[in-house]
T-cell receptor, first 111, second 115 residues
Framework: GNSVTQMEGPVTLSEEAFLTINCTYT??????LFWYVQYPGEGLQLLLKATKADDKGSNKGFEATYRKETTSFHLEKGSVQVSDSAVYFCALTQGAQKLVFGQGTRLTINP | DAMVIQNPRYQVTQFGKPVTLSCSQT?????MYWYQQKSSQAPKLLFH???????NEADTPDNFQSRRPNTSFCFLDIRSPGLGDAAMYLCATSRASTGGVDTQYFGPGTRLTVL
């Protein structure tokens, strides 16, 4: 079946550091890929998405490129801020109505 | 702004006392989902409605039920909450068509405490 594997957390960085959170997936065909962010005590917010190979999703300085050849959708940001501290979930969906989530990566940014 | 609304944000109930959580949406989406999220875990799908069609996940306990009286509203009923049901409950919506399912949009969640 479909699955998503994320980089183990927690991840702790200093403000203005470069961020990468790795995400790889297993799926047949061409899933849609998503990054969701969850701030403490809140629901999930869609951060970005990509629906086909080589698409790049971007939002709020975050980017991720749909790489079919490596089955990856790594999340990157060039300069993180304290306000980026949250849990990040990589997820996929394919045709059917279900989202398949990775385990989540907790990110803490120190000033 | 179109959105997914959950009420209440925090709910406290007693062991065994039935509780209902509410979700409403102004997105006019035809699919609504309920997820359970426990601390430091990914959300776990309990069930979803595709229009009026109810789809239960195989491992969702019978203690959890849902109602969708119209397009905009969906309820999660926990008939006899146990201590293990304490969690964040997330509602989500999406638009589905013959071409597939679009992005899911989540509400802010209801934090359930069972005493």
């Amino acid at each position: 079946g479909n699955s998503v594997t994320q980089m183990e957390g927690p991840v702790t960085l200093s403000e203005e550091a470069f961020l990468t959170i790795n995400c790889t997936y297993t799926a047949t065909g061409y899933p849609s890929l998503f990054w969701y962010v969850q701030y403490p005590g809140e629901g999930l917010q869609l951060l970005l998405k990509a629906t086909k190979a080589d698409d790049k999703g971007s939002n709020k300085g975050f980017e991720a490129t749909y790489r079919k050849e490596t089955t990856s959708f790594h999340l990157e940001k060039g300069s993180v801020q304290v306000s980026d501290s949250a849990v990040y979930f990589c997820a996929l969906t394919q045709g059917a109505q279900k989202l398949v989530f990775g385990q989540g990566t907790r990110l803490t940014i120190n000033p | 702004d179109a959105m997914v609304i959950q009420n209440p944000r925090y709910q406290v109930t007693q062991f065994g006392k039935p509780v209902t959580l509410s979700c409403s949406q102004t997105l006019n989406h035809n699919v609504m989902y309920w997820y359970q999220q426990k601390s430091s875990q990914a959300p776990k799908l309990l069930f979803h409605y595709y229009d009026k069609d109810f789809n239960n996940e195989a491992d969702t306990p019978d203690n959890f039920q849902s109602r969708r009286p119209n397009t905009s509203f969906c309820f999660l009923d926990i008939r006899s909450p146990g201590l293990g049901d304490a969690a964040m409950y997330l509602c989500a919506t999406s638009r589905a068509s013959t071409g597939g399912v679009d992005t899911q949009y989540f509400g802010p969640g209801t934090r359930l405490t069972v005493l």
